[in-house]
């Protein structure tokens, strides 16, 4: 069964890099908070306060970061897709448990894929937005520059996990 | 929810600075989004995530109605960090009483010998 759905690249977000490691390292490096912790914020901007991850369908995605000294930001979602090495999905839009959430302001679905491309992985990370007003919030912001500076220091993270 | 999650959600909402200044700002009363968002420096994405945060723990509570959402706070979940100090206390009282039963103890014996 395909589980893919059509990417809008007027909406869509998506960024791709291929890792010198196995894919068991990065899908390690992905979803375990203590490696998450070393590449999801840009180390330039500050740091991961607090990861808490419950790796399946359902389960809770949060996220705190810190921009230098500065006040603690919350990010919490809800697992959607866990298929391990392969795809790992969540939400912002649901709490965990798949419980409703409140937002008004900009929500996303992320979906990562890894594949196994000869002794190394192709890593694809796509966030999905409602619409192109939020997309564009999401560019002005310093989310997508982030999002990218964040894959570079996966990249490298997971090259010294080797 | 068991009850070790909901005070874990609970005591987590309530461990960040800004998150309590804004419990502090509805216990005066109900306030909008952006009303809320005033006093700090962020951007509102960041904010709303600090909402949501809250809003999960249950210790508020929000309506929209037309583009405005208002929030509340929550009383009833206050009780789970209340109950939870309240155990404590009782338990560091009744040591408390103990230890000054036995010193009391002590100064009897030493004044009949």
């Known amino acids: 069964m395909s589980t893919q759905f059509a990417i809008n690249p007027k909406l869509d977000f998506a960024i791709e890099r291929f890792i010198d490691a196995p894919t068991r390292l990065v899908w390690e490096a992905l979803t375990k908070p203590e490696h998450l912790k070393e590449w999801y914020m840009p180390r330039a901007w500050g740091r991961v306060v607090r990861a808490e991850m419950d790796v399946r369908p359902g389960g809770i995605f949060s996220v705190d970061i810190a921009v230098g000294n500065g006040p603690e930001f919350p990010n919490v979602g809800c697992f959607l897709e866990v298929i391990p090495m392969e795809r790992l999905v969540w939400t912002s839009m649901l709490f965990p448990g798949y419980r409703p959430a409140v937002f008004d302001d900009i929500p996303i679905t992320a979906i990562v894929t890894m594949e196994r491309v000869g002794t190394g992985t192709r890593y694809v990370f796509t966030a999905l937005h409602r619409d192109e007003a939020d997309f564009e919030k999401n560019k002005e912001s310093g989310w997508q520059e982030g999002t990218e500076i964040a894959v570079d220091q996966l990249v490298e993270h997971v090259t010294s996990m080797k | ?113």
């Open chain 2, 1 to 113: 929810m068991v009850q070790s999650a909901v005070a874990d959600e609970v005591f987590y909402a309530l461990s960040n600075a800004t998150r309590r200044k804004v419990l502090e700002q509805l216990s005066v009363g109900p306030a909008t989004v952006s009303e809320l968002a005033a006093p700090f420096d962020m951007k509102l994405p960041s904010f709303v995530q600090h909402l949501s945060v809250l809003e999960r723990s249950r210790l508020v509570k929000s309506k929209k109605r037309g583009r405005v959402r208002t929030y509340v706070i929550a009383p009833e979940r206050f009780k789970v960090v209340e109950d939870w100090l309240t155990a404590r206390r009782a338990l560091w009282e009744a040591r408390l009483n103990q230890f000054d039963q036995y010193v009391k103890q002590l100064k009897e014996k030493e004044s009949a010998s």
